[in-house]
């Protein structure tokens, strides 16, 4: 009887996964673009930034320019996150782009003005771990939501 009840209370707590409809479906195919856009951009980025160092530094004004598009970029695409209703581990990955996006941008930003040369050297380098979470992030949220279509399909 107490383990009837017990079970009758965790199916409350937790519904039945209502399929995704159309719109859910278009905002995710909308989420994976624009995750491989933001890995593509930061790929741009070091390609900009080679620019400014080989070439001439007026190219880092454009680096720049792209640098906050893309910290723009990750925190707006959180009105995607949430409707897609994608698992916990790609929410989790997205919250750590934004982390390391923003730690990237105050890497030469914020933490410049402290002058402290060590830490703004980190800015090149955590720029190889910022592609590694983009990917990551692009790469999970296609496999997961082609593995969703084809249970759908099935
Ligand atoms: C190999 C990779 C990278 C190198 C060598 C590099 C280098 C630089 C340099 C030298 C500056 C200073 C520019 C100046 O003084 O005008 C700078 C600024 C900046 N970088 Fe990078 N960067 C790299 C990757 C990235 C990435 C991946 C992002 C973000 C996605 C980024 C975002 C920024 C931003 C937003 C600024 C301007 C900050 C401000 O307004 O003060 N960088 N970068």
Redesign the pocket.
């Known amino acids: 009887m107490i383990e009837q009840s017990k079970l009758d209370t965790t199916q409350q707590a937790r519904p039945a996964k209502r399929p995704a409809g159309p719109i859910t479906r278009t905002l995710r195919v909308l989420y994976i673009i624009a995750a491989w856009l933001f890995a593509l951009?930061?790929l741009i980025?070091?390609y900009l930034?080679?620019m400014?160092?080989f070439v001439n530094a007026s190219w880092?004004?454009e680096?720049?320019g792209?640098?906050?598009s893309?910290?723009e970029l990750s925190i707006l695409s959180l009105i995607l996150l949430f409707p897609c209703r994608f698992p916990r581990k790609i929410i989790l990955l997205h919250l750590l782009l934004i982390l390391d996006?923003i730690f990237?941008?105050g890497l030469?930003?914020f933490f410049?003005g402290f002058n402290l040369p060590l830490l703004t050297a980190l800015?090149?380098m955590n720029?190889v771990l910022?592609?590694v979470i983009a990917t990551l992030l692009a790469y999970n949220t296609l496999i997961w939501t082609r593995s969703t279509r084809r249970k759908a399909g099935a």
């Open positions: 951009g930061v980025q070091t930034a080679g400014g160092i880092l004004k680096h720049s792209l640098g906050w893309l910290a996006i990237q941008v030469v930003s410049h800015h090149p720029a910022l592609f």
